[in-house]
T-cell receptor, first 111, second 113 residues
Framework: GESVGLHLPTLSVQEGDNSIINCAYS??????FIWYKQESGKGPQFIID?????DKRQGQRVTVLLNKTVKHLSLQIAATQPGDSAVYFCAEYSSASKIIFGSGTRLSIRP | DAGVIQSPRHEVTEMGQEVTLRCKPI?????LFWYRQTMMRGLELLIYFNNNVPIDDSGMPEDRFSAKMPNASFSTLKIQPSEPRDSAVYFC???????????FGNGTRLTVT
C-alpha cells in the first residue's frame, strides 16, 4: 500500500443520519475498487466492491459511487448506527498485485 | 468458513530474537498476501503468493524478513533478527482469484522491545 496514516481524517455523524466517506484514487487504469471497514483490533473487512464498468452499486445500507472522470470513489452509509464506528479504507486494483489502499477515514458516531 | 486465521494474536519479543508469524488462508483461495500496518505508513504489502509460489516480494523491507508457503493451507512470515522498528500489526489476507476481494485475518500485533 502507499497510504500514509499518521493523522486519519475523521467524520463525525449523528446516529441515524447518513454518512458519506470519500476517496480519491490514483490510477486511471484501475478497474476494480473495494471499500473495507476496520474495527479496532481486527483486520479490514470487505464491505462492497465495484468494477469500472459501473458507476453505482448498492448493498445493504451501503452504496458505492464511482466517478472515473475525476477518479473519485465514495461510500454512503444510510441510517448510521453505533456499530458503524470504524476506520474505512478504499482500495483500488491497478493490477493483480498492485492493490493500493487509501489512508483511511475514521467514522465516529454521535449519540 | 472460519476465515483467514493468524497466530499468534500478540507477540512481544526482545530485539535480536527470531519471530515467526503464521497464517492459514481460506480454503480454495489461490492467493495469499502478507501486509504490515503502522500508523505512519498505513497498510504496506510485503509479499504475495499465487498457488504457493512467491510472486512479488519487493515490499519485504530487508533480508531479515522471509516468507514461505509450503502448502496451500499454511504460510509463515519470519523476522530474524527482529528490531524495534519492526513493531507493527502484520496481516495475512487471501483471495480466490485476481479480481476478487481480499479477506484479511485479524492480524498479529508484534512488539519488539
Amino acid at each position: 500500500g502507499e497510504s500514509v496514516g499518521l493523522h486519519l481524517p475523521t467524520l463525525s455523524v449523528q446516529e441515524g443520519d447518513n454518512s458519506i466517506i470519500n476517496c480519491a484514487y490514483s490510477n486511471s487504469a484501475s478497474d476494480y475498487f473495494i471499500w473495507y471497514k476496520q474495527e479496532s483490533g481486527k483486520g479490514p473487512q470487505f464491505i462492497i466492491d465495484i468494477r469500472s464498468n459501473m458507476d453505482k452499486r448498492q448493498g445493504q445500507r451501503v452504496t458505492v459511487l464511482l466517478n472515473k472522470t475525476v477518479k473519485h470513489l465514495s461510500l454512503q452509509i444510510a441510517a448510521t448506527q453505533p456499530g458503524d464506528s470504524a476506520v474505512y479504507f478504499c482500495a483500488e486494483y491497478s493490477s493483480a498485485s498492485k492493490i493500493i489502499f487509501g489512508s483511511g477515514t475514521r467514522l465516529s458516531i454521535r449519540p | 468458513d472460519a476465515g483467514v486465521i493468524q497466530s499468534p494474536r500478540h507477540e512481544v519479543t526482545e530485539m535480536g530474537q527470531e519471530v515467526t508469524l503464521r497464517c492459514k488462508p481460506i480454503s480454495g483461495h489461490d492467493y495469499l498476501f502478507w501486509y504490515r500496518q503502522t500508523m505512519m505508513r498505513g497498510l504496506e504489502l510485503l509479499i504475495y503468493f499465487n498457488n504457493n509460489v512467491p510472486i512479488d516480494d519487493s515490499g519485504m523491507p530487508e533480508d531479515r524478513f522471509s516468507a514461505k508457503m509450503p502448502n496451500a493451507s499454511f504460510s509463515t512470515l519470519k523476522i530474524q533478527p527482529s528490531e524495534p522498528r519492526d513493531s507493527a500489526v502484520y496481516f495475512c489476507a487471501s483471495r480466490a482469484a485476481e479480481s476478487s476481494p481480499l479477506h484479511f485475518g485479524n492480524g498479529t500485533r508484534l512488539t519488539v522491545t
